[in-house]
């Protein structure tokens, strides 16, 4: 699944209408950036990249964050009452990073399934 693909389902989960801009391009310009329109502007939303969003999506899906530890690597794994199973990602040299997609793809589960 593409990152875009990603994005649009974490999105429908969180009741979010994005839109893609065309003049703003996100990392090696093969992705459009995601934007919501809110009230008279438009905010940009990449919980993949920006931490605050990653937050505030987890907070809304109310998921829950944990770190384990398996055959002397760590993970992070999402769990949420909808999904039938936790979401696990080994924690590669960014941690952060890891989280945010974590946190997407436990939201793209739960937007597939809406």
Do not use: F
């Not at 649009?8 to 391009?25: D, Q």
């Not at 939303?45 to 899906?61: F, H, K, M």
């Not at 952060?96 to 597939?112: D, F, P, Q, S, W």
């Amino acid at each position: 699944m593409t990152d875009r693909e990603l994005l649009e389902l974490a999105a429908r989960a969180a009741g979010i209408t994005l839109e893609y801009i065309g003049e703003e391009w996100v990392g090696n310009s093969d992705e459009l950036m995601p934007v919501y329109y809110e009230g008279k502007t438009y905010h940009s939303w990449n919980p993949l990249d920006d931490d605050g969003d990653a937050l505030r999506l987890a907070v809304y899906l109310r998921l829950i964050i944990a770190w384990d530890r398996w055959n002397d690597n760590d993970y992070v794994c999402i769990r949420h009452r909808d999904l039938n199973e936790e979401i696990g990602i080994q924690i590669d040299q960014s941690p952060e990073k890891t989280v945010r997609r974590a946190i997407v793809m436990a939201a793209a589960e739960i937007g597939r399934a809406m």
